[in-house]
């Protein structure tokens, strides 16, 4: 109904449709089984979750290094502990712990992968943080973006937001504000520049902008009648 084409496989209970634009890749079927109230709350919330884990870390990062930016309403984010070892080594270590784990639990029987997963997660997180290897602000951090990665249902675009976060990250980490700014810069190249196999620009219908297009990828709105007919 939407000009897309829909690939089925046999056996397979997934569906590929294509093309796709980024606003398009964020939706769920559950932001059309609930209602439209549900729906948008549904949606909105997954996207703002993604791009707090996408700016979280090289933000928090960039504000370590420069601690008189901190307001003095957020003083709280500051390490108070002793650091061992440097914030962006942490941040990186932990980015590949965390996809340790998954592959981990991708190969341990279903029985055990949750026990096992939970366990591991507790004494590694213990352990590391009272042997000085990794300070407990930034597992909290770490903790919240790896979570916030599950909220997201499609696996491709959450590797392209993590390989887009550790690029900010090492360019913080680098060459600071310039760094940060630089990856921003290279995040929002990467959107207007690639497209789809159709050609269109992944960001419609913000560009080209189309207003009613872009207000339903935010908003579950009810079809009018004269459409349900």
Do not use: C
């Amino acid at each position: 109904m939407e000009g897309s084409i829909v690939i089925l496989i046999d056996n397979s209970p997934s569906a590929m449709i294509l093309p796709t634009t980024l606003f398009e890749i964020t939706e769920e079927a559950d932001d059309y089984y609930f209602p439209p109230l549900t729906g948008t709350y549904l949606r909105l919330s997954r996207m703002v979750i993604n791009l707090i884990a996408l700016f979280l870390t090289p933000l928090w990062l960039l504000l370590m290094q420069h601690p008189q930016w901190i307001p003095s309403g957020l003083s709280f984010i500051r390490i108070t502990e002793e650091i061992h070892v440097p914030l962006l080594i942490q941040l990186l270590m932990l980015e590949f712990a965390i996809d340790g784990l998954r592959l981990a639990s991708l190969n341990t029987p279903s029985m055990l992968s949750t026990p096992l997963s939970v366990v591991a997660g507790i004494v590694m997180g213990d352990y590391t943080v009272s042997s000085g290897w990794f300070n407990s602000q930034t597992m909290l951090y770490m903790a919240f973006v790896a979570i916030a990665n599950y909220s997201q249902a499609s696996f491709e675009l959450s590797y392209a937001l993590k390989f887009l976060r550790l690029l900010m990250l090492i360019l913080t980490g680098l060459l600071d504000t310039w760094g940060l700014l630089i990856g921003i810069a290279v995040t929002l190249l990467a959107l207007l520049t690639n497209r789809t196999l159709s050609g269109k620009s992944y960001l419609y219908p913000l560009i080209p902008f189309r207003g009613k297009e872009l207000l339903r990828r935010f908003l579950r709105i009810t079809l009018p009648e004269s459409v349900k007919r």
